[in-house]
């Protein structure tokens, strides 16, 4: 426990370094002030943009724009920062050979792949906590989120995701020694799984849906129950990701 605590301090001491934590806060920040923002003032850029002669009754925006917004800045720009901001997590540290003189030490080489797995986790969990109360406050300003259902299992499951992805991530930075193999890895099955998600009987399982379909939550055109086989088969694939990046990194030559 003791290496597990001091591993970890130095990944984030790392990340402090770096600045990495300072560019996610403010990112995150910035997507979480856009989104209510951008819902509130489309009508307006629209109808600035329109020849004088086209004339829109656009409906007046609400919470739903809004979110709708977050949900989507999160999945198109978000998860892609996070993903890139980490696609050297591992690969750095075999190219500057950093990790074989801790591990000559005495560090166990498990205590490397949860550590690094607990610090993009607590990075990624306080970015996206932050991003979310922003969006939250300046809904509340101009509108209600009176009107909006499981708001909070809907931002959950978008959580879960964002941390297959770091498993994939860190699980492909285990398998490869670049950090383009470590995208193209966590790319490639983020593919495979809106290809998946063309086949009718393994939809409800598919783990991509946790970062499609959260309008439909809010707009209680689903419930919580429907999203609970994705949420097990994510749950289950965090776990042996994890437990494969453990073991092959075992064997791993450095």
């Known amino acids: 426990m003791k290496a597990y605590m001091a591993f970890t301090k130095k990944e984030f001491c790392g990340c402090l370094r770096t600045y990495k934590l300072l560019i996610i806060l403010i990112v995150f920040t910035f997507i979480g002030m856009i989104s209510p923002i951008t819902a509130k003032i489309m009508p307006d850029i629209i109808d600035t943009f329109m020849p004088d002669n086209i004339h829109f009754n656009l409906p007046e925006p609400t919470a739903f724009d809004a979110w709708a917004q977050f949900f989507k800045n999160m999945t198109q720009m978000g998860l892609i920062i996070l993903v890139i901001m980490f696609s050297g997590i591992m690969t750095k540290e075999y190219h500057q050979g950093t990790l074989i003189h801790v591990l000559t030490k005495g560090l166990p080489r498990h205590v490397v792949i949860l550590s690094k797995f607990t610090m993009?986790?607590?990075?990624?969990?306080?970015?996206?906590?932050?991003?979310?109360?922003?969006?939250?406050?300046?809904?509340?300003?101009?509108?209600?989120?009176?009107?909006?259902?499981?708001?909070?299992?809907?931002?959950?499951?978008?959580?879960?995701?964002?941390?297959?992805?770091?498993?994939?991530?860190?699980?492909?930075?285990?398998?490869?020694?670049?950090?383009y193999g470590s995208l193209l890895f966590t790319g490639g099955l983020v593919v495979f799984f809106m290809m998946l998600n063309l086949i009718q009987g393994f939809q409800k399982y598919n783990p991509i849906n946790l970062s499609t379909h959260n309008m439909s939550l809010l707009k209680a055109v689903k419930t919580a129950s429907d999203f609970m086989p994705a949420i097990i088969v994510s749950s289950t694939m965090i776990i042996v990701t994890i437990i494969a990046a453990i073991m092959i990194f075992n064997k791993k030559q450095l």
């Open 120 to 179: 993009t986790v607590v990075l990624w969990t306080v970015s996206y906590l932050l991003c979310f109360l922003v969006t939250y406050a300046y809904t509340l300003y101009f509108w209600s989120n009176d009107t909006v259902s499981n708001l909070i299992f809907s931002v959950m499951c978008l959580w879960v995701f964002g941390i297959l992805l770091l498993a994939l991530l860190l699980l492909g930075g285990v398998l490869f020694n670049n950090t």
